[in-house]
């Protein structure tokens, strides 16, 4: 391993200039945090590609055999773990998304809805090169995980110290939410019905704003202005080639694993607006501390992931050293509870992914049966919303997010998507208000450009 040091830590400047190019990604802690926001990591140009569509995998473009996730894991297999540590936690590996039907297919869950635009359910780079920024000791690299990575090493460190461009312009459009309020008041009446029936105890139901794309929109920039609005430890813009690019502002934390197989994973539920007023913030957060609702839908997800964990934990591993935290970030406050345990020897990343994805926090409980009503009351697939954001090192490392708090960028469209979990005492007017706090900010990011 070779890391070449730079002189700028600006991941976000530095990527403008390969924001453009297909597979390039930034994974951009945007709210620096010790513990869960301290470093930012930039890749381009992988020595080999994985994508699953509608079930069916590629690698370098070509068709390959089994489910994406024995492919990803076999991929990742054909690389050793590096001989010595890293100044970073990730040094080289795969970088990607999972997205919410990856999930479903896990499960076993049929969708009713279709892929008309042939949107990838998940995507990864495989990269021997990283670029990575330590905001806590103002330090960067560009890392070589190979020997023959180097040159191309030394080429990206080149390219990252030139001056970067000037940010891009972004060009307004205007979004149409895809529910009008008493639709989806409607929809989260049903799913009170269903929790009264006894069929579930929580559902998270959401819904889409969608704009037309305008011609010579930058999408990085659009991101660029996200991040401004809503800055978050696990930021990332991710270029899937010309029919996907995910700009996302996402708090949460999904799993975590270290390298000795920790897991840690960061359950958000409960969401109250921020205020420019100290008293009525500080208010604002006292009610969702103490908000009986919010605590039991909370402790659901929490128990979900324990669940979901218990499957790949050493036995008697699984810890709820947190629950009911209260984390504030620049337009919300949140309720994070926090669940570890150890992995079992001989699993690896992809089967703690497999055991848990997708996310209990944007499914409800129990999953299966959440999941199927989800379907039937949304109009359309969520695609990478609500799936993951991962890196997974060759050395067996990983860290991933929540894709909440996210655009998704297509060829003719920009969606936006916001939602919450559904309890016995939910209000439905209250729930479209939580939603549309959750969304606002990505709602700015574009319809002010």
Same mark, same amino acid.
């Given at each position: 391993?070779?890391?070449?040091?730079?002189?700028?830590?600006?991941?976000?400047?530095?990527?403008?200039?390969?924001?453009?190019?297909?597979?390039?990604?930034?994974?951009?802690?945007?709210?620096?945090?010790?513990?869960?926001?301290?470093?930012?990591?930039?890749?381009?140009?992988?020595?080999?590609?994985?994508?699953?569509?509608?079930?069916?995998?590629?690698?370098?473009?070509?068709?390959?055999?089994?489910?994406?996730?024995?492919?990803?894991?076999?991929?990742?297999?054909?690389?050793?773990?590096?001989?010595?540590?890293?100044?970073?936690?990730?040094?080289?590996?795969?970088?990607?998304?999972?997205?919410?039907?990856?999930?479903?297919?896990?499960?076993?869950?049929?969708?009713?809805?279709?892929?008309?635009?042939?949107?990838?359910?998940?995507?990864?780079?495989?990269?021997?090169?990283?670029? &990575? =920024?330590?905001?806590?000791?103002? %330090?960067?690299?560009?890392?070589? +995980?190979? /020997? #023959?990575?180097?040159? @191309?090493?030394? *080429?990206?460190?080149?390219?990252?110290?030139?001056?970067?461009?000037?940010?891009?312009?972004?060009?307004?459009?205007?979004?149409?939410?895809?529910?009008?309020?008493?639709?989806?008041?409607?929809?989260?009446?049903?799913?009170?019905?269903?929790?009264?029936?006894?069929?579930?105890?929580?559902?998270?139901?959401?819904?889409?704003?969608?704009?037309?794309?305008?011609?010579?929109?930058?999408?990085?920039?659009?991101?660029?202005?996200?991040?401004?609005?809503?800055?978050?430890?696990?930021? &990332? =813009?991710?270029?899937?080639?010309? %029919?996907?690019?995910?700009?996302? +502002?996402? /708090? #949460?934390?999904?799993? @975590?694993?270290? *390298?000795?197989?920790?897991?840690?994973?960061?359950?958000?539920?409960?969401?109250?607006?921020?205020?420019?007023?100290?008293?009525?913030?500080?208010?604002?957060?006292?009610?969702?501390?103490?908000?009986?609702?919010?605590?039991?839908?909370?402790?659901?997800?929490?128990?979900?992931?324990?669940?979901?964990?218990?499957?790949?934990?050493?036995?008697?591993?699984?810890?709820?050293?947190?629950?009911?935290?209260?984390?504030?970030?620049?337009?919300?406050?949140?309720?994070?509870?926090?669940?570890?345990?150890?992995?079992?020897?001989?699993?690896?990343?992809?089967?703690?992914?497999?055991?848990?994805?997708?996310?209990?926090?944007?499914?409800?409980?129990?999953?299966?049966?959440?999941?199927?009503?989800?379907?039937?009351?949304?109009?359309?697939?969520?695609?990478?919303?609500?799936?993951?954001?991962?890196?997974?090192?060759?050395?067996?490392?990983?860290?991933?997010?929540?894709?909440?708090?996210?655009?998704?960028?297509?060829?003719?469209?920009?969606?936006?998507?916001?939602?919450?979990?559904?309890?016995?005492?939910?209000?439905?007017?209250?729930?479209?208000?939580?939603?549309?706090?959750?969304?606002?900010?990505?709602?700015?990011?574009?319809?002010?450009?």
């Amino acid at each position: 391993m070779r890391a070449i040091p730079l002189s700028g830590s600006d991941p976000v400047a530095a990527f403008r200039g390969l924001a453009g190019q297909p597979w390039a990604m930034l994974l951009d802690s945007a709210a620096s945090h010790p513990a869960h926001g301290r470093f930012s990591y930039i890749v381009a140009e992988p020595f080999r590609t994985l994508e699953a569509v509608d079930g069916r995998v590629f690698v370098d473009g070509a068709p390959a055999g089994g489910d994406a996730f024995a492919v990803l894991a076999a991929e990742l297999a054909r690389h050793p773990a590096p001989a010595t540590a890293g100044p970073v936690p990730f040094t080289g590996g795969a970088v990607g998304f999972i997205g919410y039907e990856a999930g479903l297919r896990l499960e076993r869950v049929r969708s009713r809805h279709d892929n008309p635009g042939g949107q990838p359910e998940m995507a990864f780079g495989f990269y021997d090169v990283v670029a &990575a =920024f330590d905001h806590a000791e103002r %330090r960067a690299w560009v890392i070589a +995980a190979r /020997p #023959e990575a180097e040159g @191309r090493a030394h *080429a990206l460190a080149e390219r990252l110290e030139r001056d970067p461009p000037p940010p891009g312009l972004l060009v307004r459009s205007s979004w149409r939410p895809e529910l009008s309020r008493p639709d989806y008041l409607g929809r989260v009446g049903r799913v009170l019905d269903d929790i009264r029936a006894g069929d579930i105890y929580q559902a998270n139901v959401t819904q889409r704003f969608l704009a037309d794309r305008p011609a010579g929109l930058d999408d990085y920039a659009l991101y660029e202005r996200l991040r401004v609005l809503s800055p978050a430890p696990f930021g &990332a =813009f991710l270029n899937c080639g010309p %029919r996907l690019r995910i700009a996302s +502002a996402s /708090p #949460e934390r999904f799993l @975590r694993l270290s *390298a000795s197989g920790a897991i840690e994973t960061r359950p958000i539920k409960g969401t109250r607006p921020r205020y420019a007023d100290p008293a009525l913030d500080a208010a604002a957060a006292a009610e969702l501390v103490g908000s009986v609702k919010d605590r039991a839908e909370n402790l659901m997800i929490t128990d979900l992931l324990r669940n979901d964990l218990g499957r790949v934990a050493a036995i008697g591993s699984v810890r709820v050293p947190v629950l009911y935290g209260l984390e504030s970030f620049a337009s919300v406050h949140h309720l994070v509870s926090v669940v570890t345990a150890q992995l079992r020897p001989g699993l690896g990343p992809v089967d703690l992914l497999r055991a848990a994805c997708p996310g209990g926090s944007i499914t409800g409980a129990p999953k299966i049966r959440a999941m199927e009503i989800i379907d039937e009351l949304e109009l359309a697939r969520r695609g990478a919303y609500c799936g993951s954001v991962v890196w997974i090192g060759f050395d067996g490392a990983m860290d991933s997010s929540i894709v909440i708090r996210t655009l998704s960028l297509t060829p003719d469209a920009v969606m936006a998507q916001a939602g919450g979990g559904i309890v016995a005492d939910s209000d439905p007017a209250a729930e479209h208000e939580e939603m549309l706090v959750k969304v606002r900010p990505l709602l700015r990011a574009f319809d002010q450009a």
